[in-house]
Structure formats: C-alpha cells, structure tokens
C-alpha cells in the first residue's frame, strides 16, 4: 500500500486508477448533466474547471472556530496552514463550518450540543464531494462530536487540535490553570475571602492567550486521546495553540489528509477494539477528565465496536498517573509538551506492556513505531511507569441500589480526603454518610447555605436531575463546594454523588454519571435528606441504607406521582435531545443514529 501512496516531505504518489468519491460529483460519465451542474456553483469564486475534474482528493476541512467559540477560534489562523499542507500534497481544500460549541458559555450546557454537531458533520460529510476530511477540533465537546462523525461516514478524517493555551500565572506568580482557578476563585468568594473584582480578575487569569483550556481538562483529554487512538499526528496534541510547531503541525495534518485518501485509510480501519484499548489506558496515564468515558464509548459506539465502562475499570484502574499537569497535578500545558507530550507518555506505557503494539494510525505506521524510544525530558512532569504519582490512577466502576452505573476518577482523591472519609485511610475502601440532596444546580445555590439544610463535614453532598434528560445534555455541577460556614472552618471538600457530570478540570473525587439518571427511574429519585448511603469503593457500590419495602413503597409512590421531571424543553432540539437520548454509561449517544454506521458507503 506504502508504495502506491508514499508521503514524504509533502509530495504525494497519488494511486494509479482509482477513482474517488468526489468524482461521483465531479466526473460522472453516467451523468454529465448533474456534473456540469455541482461544478457550476464552485467557479463562481474562482475555482476553475481544471482544478474540480482534475480527479484529485477533495479535502473538506471542518471549521470548528469562530467568535463565539473563543477556544477554537485560533483554528481561523491555522487553517491557512491546513489548507497549504493539501495544496502541496495534491489536494483541493473546501473550509466549512460547524455547529460551533463553547464549553463555558453555552446554556444550559455544552454537552447538549455535541450530538446537534454530530448530526450536522455527519450530513455534510455523506452528501458534499469530500474524499477525506480535516477535523479542527480544541474545546471539549468538539473533539468527540468530530470522531463521532467521522466515525459514522468513514471517510478518511484526521484531528488537528487547536493546541492548549500558554500558562497562565496568579498574581504571585503560581500558575493559573483554566478551569481550576473557577473551583478556587468560587470558593475564596464565598467563604468572603474576595470581592467580585478580584474574583473576575482571579478567573481571567487561567485565559492567558488563544487555545483551549491549558489544564488536563476534557479539551486537553480528548485531544490527547484523538491522538492516542491514532487519529491525529503523533505528538501533536500537546504544542501549545501559539507556538510555531501547531503551525507547522496544521501543515502536514494538511499534507497527511491527502495521503490517507490515496491509501484508502479510514476511520474503521484505525478505530478498532485495540485503538480503544490504549486510549484506556492512556486516559489513566495523562490523569483525564471524568467526560473520556462518554465521549470515548460514544465513537465506540458509531464505529460499531463493543465498549463498556466495565472496559475502563479493568483495563484502565490499575494503570498509574504518569502526567504531573492540573487538576490531578502540579503543571500545565506549556510544562506537558516541552517533557515530551503524549508520545512520551505512551511510550512508558509500551514499555511496561500496557499498549496494543499493532494498531495502526493515521500516519500508516502502527503506534509501536510511533512512540517507540520517545523519552521524557523532564522526570518531574512525565514520570517513569515505575515510578508514577500515583499508583492504580484509573476509574472505578460502580454500581449498586442507588444506581446501575457510575463512575470515580481515583488520582484526585486527596490524602486529606482518604484520612477523612475512608474507614481505613490506606486502602481504598468504605465510608457512609447521611445525605443532602439537591434537584439541579439552582437548588444548589439556593439552598447550600441555608442553615435548615442537613449539612456538616460528614455530609454527601448528593445532586439529581442533572442528567441528560434531567438538565438536557446533562449539566457538569456534580463537583459542589461545601456551604461558606464550612468553607470557613477549612473543610473545602464533602464527597458527591450524582446524575450530572463533572469539569474535567475539577480536582473533586465525585462519584458521577449516575445512570438511570433520577429523571429516567432511577433510584436517586427516591432519594431524602438524610437517608444513608454507604459507599465501597474496593467492592465498586453505592448502597442506600434504608429496607428495600421501604425502597419499593417510595418508587410507588413517586411513580403515582407522575415520576421525577426536570424543566420543559425551552428549546426545539431539547426536547428532540430527550426523545432520542440513551445515558451517561451508554455515551449518551442519539439512539436511532447508533444503526447508521459506514454511511459514505452507502
Ligand atoms: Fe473550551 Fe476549556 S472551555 S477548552
Ligand atoms: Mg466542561
């Protein structure tokens, strides 16, 4: 295959005879009307005759960025570079736009949006004259929105991230992580530490420059993971958004794309059970966010290959944390690619056996080669497999009567929180609590700190109706804060429990993604303040503490209630999101879009 399409330094062998895609548009002989007709459009910008029939790949190039997605409006630059590196590979580039999705300003939350891009990539990709595609991705929800679409039509794709921010600094010169500094500014304000000035200003500070968030948050997770599954360049995930290599980096992600349509490289034939495996486990290894699980068995799922949460915790629990970066560690961004990035990471990972050796990547090289004798340069931020930061840093699985799914990030729990939760402090095992349970993030807020609120440092903090259903898209507000009287007498954390997902940035060890969410049956809408939970975390559970009859009477009674609704749709796609929604623990993926796999080969 390599000598048909060689790829070296930007020239291109095309494959002799083949035919693409785009000449069903541009170069039918069954049908020159409709031909003369699809060209006709294109010339009125300048593009000319020659260029459209000239039989060579059409690249389409997924702009994620714009004004009112600031994480991923440097992608405005860049792709100048994507569109030379296809130029001088032999490709025609055709920019587009998608759905645009900005984690922090979207309401009532991004993540609602991830399947609305999804659906919209999908159709443009199944119905325009495009062999291969570009995937600008960056901001959280639009890396796995792009794999997943990708996944679907299976046409050869490839990620370029838009890069993390440069660091940012407090004004005493410690860094400012995105996403960290809104935990701990929030914190600081309510326990009255801080003005709303100096709070705005703290915050702003984790936004030094253009980029994603420079913390492991979901952004940083899921590009990391795109490259780790073998659909980005090796090493590219971690060059920060300003530095000359993503530059040079969008340039070969340009050249590489027209390579890969040459050689028919698709997403099945690199998304495979074994590409998953490592993401796995490199998920553990960089310390990544709680949302990888969703999004991850989301593409799974639209590539049609079996995944499951009980994959994460066998494969991934017993891995260790390898990446000393925010909200599990020290660093950030720019510390993380100047040790090496993630080919240093994943090559500690192949040497200790954890990697799937043979799965091949976007470059045509298997991730073997890729990563092979990529050493860290910096011990304190990548460390060695046997000397980690953490050992057996993966999620844990659970289940129980509250639930039938959730999941727990372990790296983040503090050993403050082990002394004072767990019932032996060395061990991950039990602890039990009476609860305060909350119904979305406004009661939060609104009753946090009152004292009629059954709450003191042994309390779980419990949040329902956060859930896909119960706060369309499900919300990320299971990290709660303790009340300001608490905050006061130094308690900064209570365990918490819920339905909603979680900041990829945050440092809580939340036990989250709760399905059946309270809004479809599940028992956390059975839930009262008081009731007690018992958690084990060795035996994966999360029990409620009260008679089953007495579970069983409380259902009744709820379900001749009517059962636990969230709001109403304020919104069209809201209530079509919630018609057609499956739960966290299955991706939260479109039910009906699931059927429809391989589309461009239709
Ligand atoms: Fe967009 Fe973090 S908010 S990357
Ligand atoms: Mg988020």
Not at 194 to 216: K, L, Q, W
Not at 272 to 299: D, K, L, Q, W, Y
Not at 481 to 486: D, G, K, S, T, V
Not at 564 to 592: A, C, K
Request: net charge negative.
């Amino acid at each position: 295959e390599k000598k048909l399409a060689g790829y070296k330094d930007g020239l291109v062998i095309p494959r002799q005879g083949r035919k693409l895609r785009s000449a069903r548009w541009f170069n039918s002989e069954s049908n020159p009307g409709m031909t003369a007709l699809y060209i006709e459009r294109y010339l009125n910008y300048g593009m000319t005759r020659e260029e459209l029939m000239s039989g060579k790949p059409v690249i389409g190039i997924a702009q994620t960025g714009s004004d009112i997605a600031p994480c991923n409006r440097h992608h405005l630059e860049l792709v100048k570079r994507v569109r030379e590196g296809i130029r001088s590979a032999g490709g025609i580039a055709f920019e587009f736009p998608c759905h645009p999705i900005q984690e922090s300003s979207r309401r009532p939350t991004a993540c609602l949006d991830r399947n609305l891009m999804y659906l919209g990539l999908v159709e443009i990709l199944y119905a325009y004259p495009l062999d291969g595609v570009v995937l600008l991705t960056g901001c959280d929800k639009t890396t796995p929105a792009a794999l997943m679409a990708a996944a679907t039509v299976n046409i050869p794709a490839i990620c370029l991230n838009v890069g993390p921010m440069l660091n940012g600094y407090l004004k005493n010169d410690e860094l400012a992580g995105s996403g960290m500094v809104v935990w701990k500014g929030r914190e600081m304000y309510a326990a009255g530490e801080i003005n709303r000035e100096e709070f705005v200003d703290y915050i702003s500070r984790g936004a030094p420059s253009v980029g994603h968030c420079n913390t492991m948050g979901t952004a940083s997770t899921m590009n990391a993971l795109a490259e780790a599954l073998g659909m980005a360049l090796p090493g590219s995930a971690a060059i920060p958004a300003a530095y000359r290599q993503r530059g040079q980096c969008a340039y070969e992600t340009g050249g590489r794309i027209v390579e890969m349509v040459h050689a028919d490289r698709k997403p099945s034939d690199i998304m495979t059970r074994e590409a998953f495996e490592n993401v796995i486990v490199t998920n553990t290894a960089i310390g990544g966010s709680t949302n990888a699980p969703i999004h991850i068995n989301a593409m799974a799922k639209h590539i049609g290959v079996e995944l499951s949460l009980d994959d994460w915790d066998q494969l991934g629990f017993h891995v260790p944390l390898l990446l000393n970066m925010q909200p599990a560690g020290e660093f950030l961004g720019e510390e993380y690619y100047r040790a090496g990035g993630l080919p240093a990471i994943m090559a500690e990972l192949l040497e200790a056996g954890k990697l799937r050796t043979g799965a091949l990547t976007c470059n045509g090289e298997t991730i073997e080669t890729n990563v092979r004798g990529k050493g860290s340069w910096n011990r304190k931020i990548i460390r060695p497999y046997n000397d980690p930061l953490v050992p057996d840093a993966g999620f844990l699985h659970m289940q129980g009567t509250l639930f039938n799914s959730a999941i727990m990030k372990t790296c983040v729990i503090s050993p403050q929180f082990r002394q004072k939760f767990l019932e032996n402090p060395n061990d991950l095992n039990a602890f039990e609590g009476s609860v305060a349970v909350f119904d979305g993030p406004e009661d939060y807020h609104d009753r946090l700190d009152n004292p009629e609120t059954p709450i003191d440092d042994t309390t779980i903090l419990v949040m329902r109706g956060a859930g896909p259903l119960g706060y369309p898209g499900a919300a990320e507000v299971v990290n709660m804060h303790p009340p300001a009287r608490l905050l006061r007498q130094g308690i900064n954390a209570l365990p918490c429990i819920g339905d909603g997902r979680q900041s990829g940035t945050s440092g809580s060890p939340s036990i989250l993604n709760a399905s059946p969410e309270a809004a479809a049956g599940g028992n956390l809408a059975i839930l009262r303040d008081g009731d007690r939970l018992r958690v084990d975390l060795n035996k994966r559970s999360v029990d409620i503490l009260i008679e089953p009859a007495e579970i069983e009477l409380r259902r009744a009674e709820l379900k001749a209630n009517g059962g636990y609704n969230g709001p109403e749709s304020h919104t069209p796609w809201q209530e079509i999101f919630r018609r057609e929604t499956d739960q966290l623990n299955e991706g939260m993926v479109l039910r009906d879009a699931v059927k429809y796999q391989r589309v461009a080969q239709r």
